[in-house]
């Protein structure tokens, strides 16, 4: 019942209602230009002794050894918090297995301080992945380290398909929204003593706000609301302290069909990072 219900839908439905449809159902949407690339959208942390990692590999490669050209190149592309484009170069691939490139340093030098998202964008994608309708995607490893803490670095993997460039060189982002709030019920539960960062990037077209429900584990209640206005590409934040033997969860009420942090436990003597 539910096929035939579909293939009706796909048959008589407008091809753009379709994909408006298709878009409020899936996590992210397709690339319109079929020859484009696509990135997930990292938050970096330049600032207060923090610094950010990304481990490039050559993803080409990876997919397709025996058929890899050997003039790829990675296109990094940097925003500020309100999503900003504020800095952009590329790094030739070729030859490399792994390169670590630290995003603090490279950034500095550009005179930039602050805090943003970045983007990874690379050239060479297989024949057969875009003959199968597929896209070159980036979606690697983040490092990020605080040596006042710790020298040891902590890692996540990207999250989804959020940003796509395309031949021409143009921008789109693939982040979906739901014409109805969606809550997002943190996967973790915070615990005390620690310091809690939430970083939540906006993948979407436009500015999206965040309503954030602070739930004590203790009574079930909400003790606290906050609000946060990302822009597209941009990123905010949500800081809270929990003492020892205090628990708090975390639920995110916003159009967004994911709004997934990254999220940073610390205390004096160490850290950890994860998605939420």
Same mark, same amino acid.
């Given at each position: ?5 579909k ?46 990692? /990304?481990e ?21 592309? /940097?925003?500020d918090?309100?999503?900003?484009k504020?800095?952009? /170069? ?108 939430? /970083? ?8 999206? %706000? ?22 597209? %590409? ?6 809270? %302290? ?29 850290f ?5």
């Amino acid at each position: 019942m539910m096929k035939s219900l579909k293939l009706v839908v796909k048959k008589y439905l407008p091809k753009p209602l379709l994909n408006k449809l298709s878009g409020m159902m899936s996590l992210t949407a397709v690339p319109k230009d079929p020859d484009a690339v696509i990135s997930d959208l990292f938050p970096y942390r330049i600032e207060q002794g923090w610094n950010t990692y /990304f481990e490039l590999l050559h993803v080409p490669a990876l997919l397709d050894p025996n058929n890899c050209k050997e003039n790829n190149s990675a296109n990094f592309v /940097f925003f500020d918090v309100q999503g900003k484009k504020i800095f952009e /170069f590329d790094i030739d691939t070729k030859g490399i297995v792994r390169n670590t490139i630290s995003i603090k340093e490279v950034l500095n030098k550009a005179g930039i301080v602050a805090n943003g998202t970045f983007a990874c964008f690379h050239t060479g994608s297989p024949q057969w992945v875009k003959g199968n309708s597929g896209f070159l995607a980036e979606r690697g490893y983040t490092g990020y380290q605080n040596k006042t803490m710790s020298l040891t670095r902590g890692y996540a993997h990207g999250n989804l398909d959020a940003i796509a460039k395309s031949e021409d060189g143009n921008l789109s982002m693939l982040g979906t929204t739901h014409w109805k709030k969606r809550k997002y019920c943190l996967q973790y539960e915070l615990s005390g003593t620690a310091v809690y960062e939430l /970083f939540f990037v906006n993948t979407s077209k436009s500015t999206r %706000k965040l309503l954030i429900d602070v739930i004590s584990v203790k009574t079930g209640q909400i003790i606290e609301n906050e609000i946060i206005n990302i822009p597209s %590409k941009g990123v905010g934040c949500l800081e809270r %302290k929990v003492e020892m033997n205090d628990s708090i969860k975390i639920v995110i009420n916003s159009h967004l069909n994911l709004a997934r942090p990254v999220v940073f436990r610390s205390n004096e003597n160490s850290f950890d990072v994860f998605h939420g």
